[in-house]
């Protein structure tokens, strides 16, 4: 055991003198090559291990899938209540631009206006109720 410690740390002055043995450093690999190199290294246990908590990994998907296809329908619930807002405040305008219209043309002045032109002139004495007697 003391055979491979020393074997395995040889000073820079032994790697001078022995050109043919040179120290032996892989890049470190990140990301997906390195995953699927752990993966092809473990034994058999190791992709046990990954099956095994499959169905975990499948439940949290399914959750992301559910809270992203929820925010996208609350989005979408708001942009139309933005917009049925803005359409009942349009016809809340129309409806107080009519109705002011009409209260200005149904003044009695106006109506008087309005129908001298058709050859109609106002009462001068109010109106009265007829009475009829019966024998």
């Known amino acids: 055991m003391a055979d491979e410690i020393e074997l395995?740390?040889?000073?820079?002055?032994?790697?001078k003198a022995n050109p043919q043995v040179e120290p032996t450093?892989?890049?470190k690999q990140r990301g997906l090559a390195s995953l699927l190199g752990k993966l092809?290294?473990?034994?058999?246990?190791?992709l046990k291990k990954v099956l095994f908590n499959m169905p975990f990994v499948l439940f949290l998907v399914m959750l992301a899938a559910?809270?992203?296809a929820s925010n996208?329908?609350?989005?979408?619930?708001?942009?139309?209540?933005?917009k049925t807002e803005k359409e009942v405040k349009l016809l809340r305008w129309q409806y107080m631009n009519t109705?002011?219209?009409l209260m200005l043309r149904s003044k009695q002045s106006r109506v008087a206006k309005m129908v001298d032109t058709l050859g109609v002139?106002?009462?001068?004495?109010?109106?009265f109720k007829i009475e009829v007697k019966q024998d």
């Open 8 to 15: 395995g740390t040889q000073s820079t002055e032994e790697q």
């Open 66 to 68: 559910l809270h992203i």
């Open 25 to 27: 450093v892989a890049p």
């Open 72 to 82: 996208h329908m609350a989005e979408n619930y708001a942009r139309r209540i933005t």
């Open 99 to 101: 109705a002011s219209g």
């Open 40 to 46: 092809d290294s473990v034994s058999e246990t190791g």
């Open 121 to 127: 002139k106002e009462l001068r004495i109010p109106p």
